[in-house]
């Protein structure tokens, strides 16, 4: 059967990235603590900060349910000042955070002309893990090639994250396509690859430096060779 969809990870596939959660750099956030009237240091915020992301990531790790930086937020905050936090003072610290943790993201060299092949022949979706549901819309409108994809998907919107069934099929159904005839792509094996091939979709794992055991013809040396790939199918 002929693919006609290609579904794209997007951290580590069509950005690079640091998941750091300390080394980006949280003055801002820490101000704005501070100013909320917590006492934490700057190194007794990233701890803190760093605890309570762990916690809710080892929750998610259970069922591969998803959490939203607003909940973990709105925890951290609680807290950390004693009190419950009001929606709009969460909203600026989780804003603050996200501004500089996007500091960590760096646009790929020739990205737009990738996608811009691509859509010619094949409709586009990101099906993403995230926190935040305008953080990877906003990178992709950043980067100038949002129009070309037909749909987001991210996980804290449908409550799910990779590698749970349901993430997968949310995608599907939003561009109404048969999974025999959607290709996948993404750097991670569990999620990018081994989801959505029980899903029933034909994936490719970019792993340049051969640590995970796949058909080469699936392997990736990045997402440039997507492409050649796909003309070998």
Do not use: C
């Not at 949310?170 to 290709?183: E, H, N, P, Y």
């Amino acid at each position: 059967m002929a693919r006609t969809h290609i579904f794209l990870d997007f951290f580590g596939t069509l950005v690079d990235y640091s998941a750091s959660r300390t080394e980006q750099g949280y003055e801002s956030s820490h101000e704005l603590l501070r100013r909320l009237g917590a006492s934490l240091t700057y190194q007794e915020f990233l701890d803190a900060w760093s605890r309570a992301l762990a916690e809710f990531d080892r929750m998610s790790d259970r069922d591969d349910r998803e959490f939203s930086m607003a909940e973990a937020g709105t925890v951290f905050l609680a807290e950390s000042l004693a009190r419950r936090p009001a929606p709009a003072e969460v909203e600026e610290f989780v804003s603050r955070y996200i501004r500089e943790w996007n500091t960590g993201v760096r646009y790929l060299p020739g990205l737009a002309d990738l996608i811009e092949e691509l859509s010619a022949e094949y409709r586009l979706a990101v099906v993403t893990n995230t926190h935040q549901p305008t953080l990877v819309p906003d990178h992709l409108e950043t980067m100038g090639v949002l129009s070309s994809f037909d749909a987001v998907i991210t996980s804290v919107e449908v409550g799910w994250r990779k590698p749970h069934p349901k993430i997968y099929a949310a995608a599907l159904d939003a561009l109404g396509v048969q999974a025999s005839s959607a290709v996948f792509v993404g750097d991670t094996h569990v999620p990018d690859y081994e989801g959505p091939e029980r899903a029933g979709m034909t994936a490719f794992l970019i792993d340049p430096h051969h640590r995970v055991a796949v058909p080469e013809t699936r392997r990736l040396a990045s997402v440039f060779d997507l492409p050649r790939r796909l003309r070998e199918l």
